[in-house]
């Protein structure tokens, strides 16, 4: 017995030898996502958020929106001054100048004028947030005139704009470099991607220098499980992680050493119909199941108060949001008269529907999903719930004819209402697959409207009524993002668009 | 002895052949697009070229003939979403993956071998009972459990080890522990009824009878003769150890191989997964094979039957 408490001793001293500092140098931060990188770093060849964040601090935008201000007004980047032509259609846009890329070249209007026409040219994976191909046209050396290749009035191309990273022309003309190296103008310069890690470093030369990176170096790296992510946190090996589990709030706000930050983002959880496969192109069935859905138990008790209630078809944080006239809300009774005036009263010749849902990434869908089918079992729809490995799901998800209805959510990375708006109810309408020449006729009259009030009041009196007649998507809730961090992290502001701008963190010693 | 190293190489080659052709197919069989993760909202059209650029766009057959004729000149694909070869992938991840298994296996083998011995001496005593019931213990919990345990008490507690990445050795000693506690609890039950029983046998007790040495009793009769079945057992303990290394490496984001396995599949990065199913099938192969020629070292009579080596 001695021998082995002998050998023991020596693998408990050996284990202990190996022990040393262990968690992360003060001038180097460490961030956890939960969505992995695709490893090309074009900006127009993915349509990702953890990408995109990558792009949020190694470039910049021409202007960026304050989030601070409930009417969303432009903040100068880039660009300087910019405003509409007479002919209400082009953007000229007047650039900074002495602005610095990190290989070390100069930002002039040739960058600008590229990044748009790739962004927006609709063989690029990133032009799905463009409802409208443009082009530019370099007046100088730092004035560039933007303007949609239709000649109609593109009234998002300001917004766009705004989340907009801009490249380097000669990047833009070689893609070999485009696809494996960042080269913006941002405040941290990418070094390398290894073990699902990309590190930055601090751009010395950055062009604003009061908002340059307060730590010099960042590590930014995936790790899917959220309760490694935490641990990393309470270990001190990271120092802020994105999407916390609602069940591990309690903990960390019981954690001194840690701290929680909520933030409503743009991303809605909806619930879809594939309007193509019968009985689904049946509007009043589609309002029937709306309106029989209790999204205020989800709120409140599913998800612990993790999100907000919806009210309207873009998020309350959005550009334009207004709450939809006519937005169903919970009423089992009005329901079952939808149901029996779409011809199925009491569900009778109702088939059973199929309704999708991904595991593993959005928080608590099969929770939920199981208390929506039970609403629905209430006013007599029967459904049967498929919950599904996310690569699944998400290739079933865009098949206009893979289940009745499905659970999706939608981030996408500005405010700008036609990210959503365009994308879902201007037809074919991803997921939903809708045609509808109504809803397109609104949709289009909002995109083409460049007065900001003038468009804000057509969402607001048509668009969003429109939609909430028809409801190809019934949107269950806004998502709330939850972040934690170590307390010595001062100065994280995620933004209500999912980006998390770590060149303004710093360490309170 | 060499015939029967060329003829299990051969027999590798072709099962690795075998594995290689199902994974590619299956892989494409199954819902999910690398395309489509890369690019959720694109349209069909743009996902076509995406599909082209990754070249998965032609038919399997065609895919496949493609895919074997690379391999042939040394060209296993590339990575959708690492941007890399996908031997630098496998590579990059590798060292990481040989420490932890490596330092598993250590622990396994010598905590195993110790315990077991230890019991089977002390046989039916309350050290015995409670080596047992300990190993009951360690085989009932699982490895996720385990390790979540453990980065709560010995990383956030005690602070004593980092919870996740590999930046060393230490990072290793964690996970090792995790994935080696139910290879230890079952090394150690079948060590002890080993010994019990070699212990039992009339050729230990003449050699008592002869008065040789205790030790010497027990490490050249009963313990060689308790090796072969534990041989066996450590084989198959071995891919067992491999599966519960995706879970170790999951649960403390470990970056090796078996977190590299579990992302590609799900982000279907059919390429790496190809490649990564191909080293762990070349793996328990050269496994097999070095239990079966360590079958030979320690059984005279296997040694007679293939030629007398």
């Known amino acids: ?90 953007l000229e846009v007047k650039l900074r100048e002495g602005v610095k890329f990190h290989d070390g070249t100069t930002l002039d209007a040739e960058d600008v004028k590229l990044t748009v026409e790739r962004f927006s040219d609709p063989t690029r994976v990133g032009s799905a947030w463009w409802a409208q191909q443009c082009e530019g046209e370099v007046v100088d050396e730092f004035t560039v005139r ?33 696809t494996t190296d960042y080269n913006g103008t941002g405040p941290y310069h990418f070094v390398s991607y290894e073990n699902e890690a990309c590190t930055f470093v601090a751009f010395d030369e950055y062009w604003d220098q009061p908002n340059k990176a307060k730590v010099k170096n960042l590590i930014f790296k995936y790790v899917a499980d959220p309760a ?22 309690e903990q960390i706000k019981a954690d001194s050493t840690l701290q929680l930050i909520t933030m409503p983002i743009i991303e809605q959880k909806n619930m879809v119909f594939k309007v193509r496969v019968p009985p689904m192109d049946n509007e009043k069935l589609r309002l029937a199941i709306a309106y029989a859905i209790d999204r205020e138990t989800i709120v409140n008790d599913i998800l612990d108060g993790y999100g907000v209630l919806a009210d309207s078809f873009v998020s309350h944080v959005a550009w334009g949001y207004a709450p939809a006239a006519g937005f169903p809300t919970y009423d089992p009774e009005k329901a079952k008269e939808l149901l029996a005036e779409a011809g199925y009263p009491e569900g009778k010749g109702l088939p059973e529907l199929t309704y999708t849902t991904s595991v593993g990434f959005y928080p608590k ?24 490995e996310t690569s699944s799901w998400e290739d079933a998800l865009y098949q206009p004819e893979s289940a009745h209805m499905t659970d999706t959510g939608w981030c996408p990375p500005g405010l700008e209402p036609d990210l959503t708006i365009a994308a879902f109810y201007k037809g074919p309408g991803q997921v939903s ?75 309170d010693e | 002895m060499l015939s029967t190293i060329i003829r299990r190489l051969l027999q590798g080659f072709i ?47 065609v895919q496949l003939t493609k895919y074997i004729r690379n391999i042939f000149q040394g060209e296993f694909g590339y990575s959708f979403f690492q941007r890399a070869n996908v031997i630098k992938v496998i590579a990059g991840s590798l060292n990481a993956s040989i420490v932890l298994f490596g330092f ?18 002390k046989a039916n005593t309350w050290i015995d ?37 590999y930046e060393g050795f230490k990072f290793s000693i964690l996970p090792g522990i995790a994935l080696s506690l139910p290879t230890i609890a079952v090394l150690m039950r079948n060590v002890r009824a080993s010994m019990i029983s070699s212990l039992r046998q009339d050729f230990v007790k003449a050699a008592k009878a002869r008065g040789i040495p205790g030790y010497i009793i027990l490490s050249r009769y009963a313990f060689r003769n308790s090796l072969i079945p534990l041989l066996t057992l450590l084989g198959s303990q071995l891919g067992y150890m491999v599966g519960n290394m995706v879970v170790c490496e999951y649960v403390f984001s470990y970056p090796g191989i078996g977190l590299q396995t579990l992302y590609a599949i799900l982000r279907r990065d059919y390429y790496l997964v190809q490649g990564l199913v191909v080293i762990l099938s070349g793996f328990f192969i050269v496994v097999n094979m070095i239990i079966d020629i360590g079958y030979t070292y320690l059984d005279p009579r296997i040694r007679k039957a293939q030629g007398g080596l």
């Open chain 1, 1 to 90: 017995m001695k021998k082995l408490f002998g050998i023991l001793l020596v693998v408990l001293v050996f284990t202990m030898l190996l022990v040393g500092t262990c968690f992360a140098e003060k001038d180097t931060l460490v961030a956890l996502s939960a969505g992995a990188f695709t490893g090309s770093w074009d900006p127009t060849g993915h349509t990702i958020l953890a990408n995109i964040r990558n792009e949020q601090i190694v470039y910049d935008r021409l202007f960026e929106m304050d989030y601070t201000d409930p009417d969303l007004k432009l903040i100068p980047k880039l660009a300087t001054e910019w405003y509409y032509l007479d002919d209400g259609v082009t």
């Open chain 1, 433 to 507: 697959f809708i045609e509808d020449p109504e809803l397109d006729k609104v949709v289009t009259a909002e995109g083409a409207e460049t007065d900001g009030d003038k468009r804000k009041a057509i969402l607001k009196d048509s668009v969003f009524p429109a939609i909430a007649a028809k409801v190809p998507h019934m949107t269950l809730f806004d998502s709330m993002m939850i972040y934690s961090t170590r307390s010595n992290v001062k100065g994280f502001e995620p933004t209500p668009s999912g980006g998390m701008p770590f060149h303004k963190v710093y360490f």
């Open chain 1, 146 to 178: 933007l303007r949609p290749v239709s000649g109609e009035a593109f009234a998002p191309l300001v917004n766009l704009m705004a989340m907009t990273p801009i490249m380097s022309a000669d990047d833009i003309k070689n893609e070999e470099i485009l």
């Open chain 2, 129 to 165: 009972k409670l080596f047992s019931s300990i190993a009951v213990v360690f085989q009932s919990m699982p490895n996720y459990w385990v390790g979540t345990m453990l980065i709560l008490f010995i990383s956030v507690k005690l602070q004593l080890l980092p919870a996740t990445g």
């Open chain 1, 365 to 388: 869908t099969q929770e939920y999903g199981e208390y929506i089918v039970s609403n629905l079992a209430d006013i007599g729809i029967k459904v049967k719930l498929v919950p599904m």
């Open chain 1, 228 to 249: 490694t992510r935490l641990a990393a946190l309470q270990t001190g090996e990271a120092d802020i992680t994105e999407r916390v589990d609602t069940q591990q709030v």
């Open chain 2, 104 to 121: 598993a296996l250590v622990l396994s083998i010598f905590f195993g071998l110790l315990f077991g011995i230890i019991a089977a001496l």
């Open chain 2, 15 to 61: 099962v690795i052949c075998a594995i290689t052709i199902i994974t590619f197919i299956m892989l494409r069989m199954i819902p999910g697009d690398p395309s489509r993760t890369m690019a959720p909202n694109a349209t069909e059209d743009q996902l076509i070229m995406l599909r082209d650029q990754m070249g998965i766009n032609e038919p399997i057959l």
